[in-house]
């Protein structure tokens, strides 16, 4: 098992409370652009904050993944605190259900980020094989 250094998982930590505080910052005050390239400007920064939010997040979960020794199944699950949260965050205030769309997508990217850092020997077949089942005499 690789262990992480500190600059590692300080970095991650700050990618991930500054991603979050851009997400956070893009949705609650979006601008009001006329012109289609400020709107696609606009969709591409809340995108690429979301993907740095999923990778920072992936990156923790794998790291706890390793310690845990969690198997590739459940890495593959790392996005679903992120969903609660971001559907938390949608009842609380509003103006957040402009994010609702993308909770999915921090689901989906969050997990298979997370399991391809744990795991990057495993094909995605072999993550998401069933486990074998239990037997009452060892082989």
């Known amino acids: 098992m690789k262990k992480s250094s500190w ?3 300080l970095a991650v930590s700050v990618g991930f409370f500054m991603s979050g505080g851009a997400l956070y910052w893009l949705v609650a005050s ?5 012109e289609l390239l400020f709107r696609i400007g606009y969709v591409s920064a809340v995108f690429c904050a979301l993907a740095v939010l999923s990778f920072c997040w992936a ?4 790291d ?3 310690k845990r020794g969690w198997s ?3 890495c593959i699950r790392a996005g679903v605190p992120l969903c609660m949260l971001a559907l938390v965050w949608g009842f609380v205030d509003s103006r957040f259900w402009l994010v609702a769309p993308l909770v999915g997508l921090i689901n989906l990217l969050a997990g298979f980020f997370a399991r391809r850092i744990a795991y990057p020997e495993l094909t995605d077949e072999e993550a998401a094989a069933p486990e074998p089942p239990l037997s009452l005499f060892q082989k």
């Open 7 to 9: 600059g590692v998982k």
């Open 30 to 34: 979006p601008p009001r652009p006329h």
């Open 59 to 62: 990156a923790f979960v794998a």
């Open 64 to 66: 706890l993944a390793l």
């Open 72 to 74: 590739p199944r459940t």
